[in-house]
C-alpha cells in the first residue's frame, strides 16, 4: 500500500504524461492534473486536488475546463509542440547543482530577494 502511493507520487511529480492514462482519463488523475494543479490553481479556485479519484474535483467542480487544455495531446495538435519550437527552449545550465561549494557556500542561495543573481556561483 505504501509502495504504491510513493510510486504514484513519483509518477505525479516527474513531469512526463504517459499515452496511458492520459490528460482525459475520465477517472484517474495524471500528472498532467498535478501539475495543472499547481500552475493554474489560484485562491478561491482549486483545480485537480484529488490524489488518485477525479470524482473529488467531479464532485467540487475542481476541474480545469476541458476546452482550456494544455496537456500534451491536445497541444500537439493547436501546433504548440513541435520539434521546431522544442529546439528553441532555452535550457539552464545546472551543472553549478554538481559543485560541492553551491550546496555548502553561505552566499550560494540567501533567498533575500527573486533578483538573487549567484554571480559568485557561476564562474
Known sequence: YGVFFYVYGVYLHWGYELDYPDAHHPIINTAFQHY???????????????????????LSGGLYPNDKCF??????????????????????????????????????LTGATAKDTNLEVQT
Not at 36 to 58: E, R, S, T
Not at 88 to 100: A, F, G
Not at 102 to 108: A, L, S
Open 36 to 58: 495543472c494543479h499547481h500552475a493554474k490553481a489560484i485562491l478561491n479556485k482549486p483545480y485537480h486536488c484529488g490524489f488518485f479519484f477525479k470524482i473529488w474535483d467531479q
Open 71 to 108: 496537456c500534451v495531446k491536445c497541444a500537439t495538435k493547436k501546433g504548440l509542440r513541435t520539434p521546431e519550437l522544442y529546439k528553441k527552449v532555452k535550457v539552464p545550465d545546472y551543472t553549478c547543482l554538481l559543485k560541492l561549494s553551491f550546496w555548502t557556500d553561505r552566499r550560494t
